[in-house]
T-cell receptor
């Protein structure tokens, strides 16, 4: 079945760049997403990328998509302590939302 | 303000009792979803509904029930048949007219069964 994988933990120093990686298995994905979850809260959509794009940039966030390798990454420039959270990668592959799969989440810790 | 609300934020129940979690949205979204989140795991889909009066089982529907009598409401009942109900429950919604298929989430309800 469809599967999305992420490393579970990442630690970076404040001011450095963070790169969170994700691999997925379904080559027919239409959109891929990054969500952020702060402690005790719901998921907040950070950004998404259409599957025929290679890159998307939004302020400090850069998303790279390598469709051949089924690899998605999220780069956070100038990481701040407020970026400490769990980051989920997700994919969908139809227009009706029932085929939407999340990765296990990467817990980002930003050290002062 | 448009958004998704879940209540209560924290819920405690005794083992063997049914409990209903509320999810309401005023985004006029057609589709609504319930997920369960356990520590160190991703989200697992319990039930989803594409339109009013229709809903489908997700990956882990056993021990749960839902209803969709109104577009804006999608309550989840955790029944006594659910073997391990203590978890964080997240409700989401999406607009079928949105080609990005993005799901928007509520703040979650943490259920603890004693």
């Amino acid at each position: 079945g469809e599967d999305v994988e992420q490393s579970l933990f990442l630690s970076v120093r404040e001011g450095d760049s963070s790169v969170i990686n994700c691999t997925y298995t379904d080559s027919s994905s239409t959109y891929l997403y990054w969500y952020k979850q702060e402690p005790g809260a719901g998921l907040q959509l950070l950004t998404y990328i259409f599957s025929n794009m290679d890159m998307k940039q939004d302020q400090r966030l850069t998303v790279l998509l390598n469709k051949k390798d089924k690899h998605l990454s999220l780069r956070i420039a100038d990481t701040q302590t407020g970026d400490s959270a769990i980051y989920f990668c997700a994919e969908s592959w139809d227009n009706y939302g029932q085929n939407f799969v999340f990765g296990p989440g990467t817990r980002l810790s930003v050290l002062p | 303000d448009g958004g998704i609300t879940q209540s209560p934020k924290y819920l405690f129940r005794k083992e063997g009792q049914n409990v209903t979690l509320s999810c309401e949205q005023n985004l006029n979204h057609d589709a609504m979803y319930w997920y369960r989140q356990d520590p160190g795991q991703g989200l697992r889909l319990i039930y989803y509904s594409q339109i009013v009066n229709d809903f489908q089982k997700g990956d882990i529907a056993e021990g749960y029930s839902v209803s969709r009598e109104k577009k804006e409401s999608f309550p989840l009942t955790v029944t006594s048949a659910q073997k391990n109900p203590t978890a964080f429950y997240l409700c989401a919604s999406s607009d079928r007219a949105d080609r990005t298929d993005t799901q928007y989430f509520g703040p979650g309800t943490r259920l603890t069964v004693l």
